[in-house]
């Protein structure tokens, strides 16, 4: 008698404690604009923030809420805008996007931060015959460096023995 009494009580505590998470989800219930998801559905989905925001949802948010233009959306192109348009009611703007390096790459702009003198030649292991050389970055990765990390890098590439 004592199983059965403890399967019972613990039915109805669980049922209790179901009808009170369902009340307070429909009394805690936060409406949101259903355009907000129809934004999000038309977005790339990759999160980037070349937006500006922090991504695809604060985004969406954003075009909806704040009236954010709709072709921000760099990995979605003028497909993502020219849907987002139509569900905003507006039209997409054609502006077409261009990388841009903004590091001026040459030693006159970007002067090495300070100068690499070995005390002796670094002996390499004897495992290996030669250092590979260092695999240049693309210019995205340049632009966003914070300091002048080209010429850095050459000058450490001088300093190591070949």
């Not at 300070?114 to 002796?120: D, N, P, Q, T, V």
Request: proline share 9%; with cysteine.
């Amino acid at each position: 008698m004592n199983i059965v009494s403890a399967v019972i009580l613990c039915t109805i505590v669980g049922a209790i404690g179901a009808v009170v998470l369902v009340m307070a989800a429909k009394f805690m219930a936060v409406e949101e604009d259903p355009r907000i998801e129809e934004v999000s559905a038309c977005l790339a989905g990759a999160n980037c923030g070349g937006c500006g925001y922090a991504g695809c949802a604060d985004y969406a948010k954003a075009v909806v809420m704040d009236g954010v233009p709709c072709d921000k959306c760099a990995p979605g192109g003028p497909k993502a805008a020219a849907a987002i348009a139509k569900i905003m009611g507006g039209e997409a703007s054609a502006v077409e996007k261009k990388a841009v390096v903004q590091c001026q790459g040459n030693s006159e702009h970007c002067k090495p931060s300070y100068e690499y003198k070995a005390s002796r030649p670094v002996p390499l292991p004897r495992t290996c015959t030669a250092a590979p050389r260092p695999v240049p970055l693309p210019a995205s990765a340049w632009a966003t460096a914070p300091r002048c990390v080209s010429s850095m890098l050459s000058t450490l590439w001088t300093a190591w023995p070949r």
